[in-house]
């Protein structure tokens, strides 16, 4: 009886502890997948609000191990190094453990965790978005959920200035054109 007892939670509930048995409740499909992703220039051919000089920074995807990925792009104008834009896009695969939006979310609520700025971003797309600190009077940053996607973004602005608004205005501007722009063709 001992045995089975043992054999029952090694197969049964220690599997269920160490996730094996989860499975997620969240039927969603995942709107974002790598290919949607596939190079930063394509965001620039889809919008002439990005500004043209795009460079790809960074990209980690292993589909061998995991269709999560993350894609780190800057923008800048031609001939000029201000205004500088960074977008990073981390996009999440929906598994047996856990959908692709629960792990977005996740990501998110770690990612703001720090952030204490709740003021309003002025986003009409998104599920949810936070201002992110800002580094210096010329850089402003924000934040935001869509789906199974997490998107960072960064502006910093040709010239410094007191209000904030002067840089969130460009980057809010640059955030819609860059959510047009990645949205799954």
């Given at each position: 009886m001992a045995t089975a007892l043992v054999v029952f939670w090694a197969t049964g509930f220690g599997a269920y502890l160490w996730g094996?048995?989860?499975?997620?409740?969240?039927?969603?499909?995942?709107?974002?997948?790598?290919?949607?992703?596939?190079?930063?220039?394509?965001?620039?051919?889809?919008?002439?609000?990005?500004?043209?000089?795009?460079?790809?920074?960074?990209?980690?995807?292993?589909?061998?191990?995991?269709?999560?990925?993350?894609?780190?792009?800057?923008?800048?104008?031609?001939?000029?190094?201000?205004?500088?834009?960074?977008?990073?896009?981390?996009?999440?695969?929906?598994?047996?453990?856990?959908?692709?939006?629960?792990?977005?979310?996740t990501t998110f609520t770690g990612a703001t965790a720090a952030s204490n700025d709740d003021s309003p971003v002025g986003l009409a797309f998104g599920e949810k978005a936070r201002r992110l600190p800002q580094k210096s009077q010329s850089d402003c940053g924000l934040i935001f959920l869509d789906r199974n996607a997490v998107f960072q973004l960064h502006y910093t602005a040709a010239a410094p200035s007191g209000n904030p608004e002067s840089c969130r205005g460009p980057l809010r501007k640059v955030a819609q054109a860059l959510y047009t722009a990645v949205q799954p063709r």
């Open positions: 094996a048995n989860h499975k997620t409740s969240d039927t969603t499909p995942d709107k974002y997948h790598d290919t949607d992703f596939a190079a930063c220039t394509d965001f620039t051919a889809r919008s002439p609000e990005i500004p043209r000089n795009a460079a790809e920074v960074a990209r980690t995807w292993y589909p061998e191990i995991s269709k999560d990925g993350t894609l780190l792009c800057s923008f800048t104008p031609t001939d000029q190094q201000r205004p500088l834009v960074e977008l990073q896009a981390s996009w999440f695969a929906t598994t047996a453990a856990q959908s692709g939006s629960e792990h977005a979310t």
